[in-house]
């Protein structure tokens, strides 16, 4: 009897347990993403900036970021990390951005370290008040059907 409820209990739990794997977690973070994204706001040093004509657009494909039809970066994910961590690997110039990010409904924040090379400190926050070598970018998303399609000509 103890034998048949240990076995109940481990093909109950088991799959739970694999499936919040990192790797499961990753591919969640990464479905998110997906999709066209308009930028709204850059801040740098505290100060934001806001894009209200003409907002530059990123489409994110799978772990590709497109802008303007080109590849622009590769997105790696680390979804064990409270905020989750992201790596931008910039195509032109060689260059891996490190930062974090959070998608709150239809917005899309990525705090990342504009320093590439030497000692850098990758942000753990979303804010870049005191931190003049970190970016805030606030993206939203556009949702189908509200493209003019912009996303593919060049920036």
Not at 9 to 16: A, D, E
Not at 96 to 125: D, F, H, M, S, W
Not at 126 to 149: H, M, N, Q
């Amino acid at each position: 009897m103890d034998a048949k409820i240990a076995c109940f209990l481990i093909m109950m739990v088991l799959p739970c347990a694999l499936s919040d794997s990192p790797e499961a977690r990753s591919g969640k973070e990464l479905a998110e993403l997906q999709g066209i994204w308009k930028l709204v706001s850059l801040e740098m040093d505290g100060k934001a900036t806001e894009f209200a004509e003409k907002p530059p657009k990123w489409v994110i494909k799978e772990n590709k970021v497109f802008y303007g039809g080109d590849e622009l970066a590769e997105l790696t994910i680390d979804a064990k990390t409270i905020p989750t961590c992201i790596d931008l690997g910039f195509r032109q110039p060689r260059r891996v951005y490190e930062g974090v990010y959070a998608v709150t409904g239809e917005t899309l924040k990525i705090c990342v370290n504009r320093l590439t090379e030497g000692v850098k400190e990758r942000p753990l926050e979303f804010s870049t008040a005191g931190k003049p070598d970190w970016r805030l970018l606030v993206f939203k998303r556009i949702k189908a059907g509200e493209e003019d399609g912009a996303e593919d000509r060049q920036g």
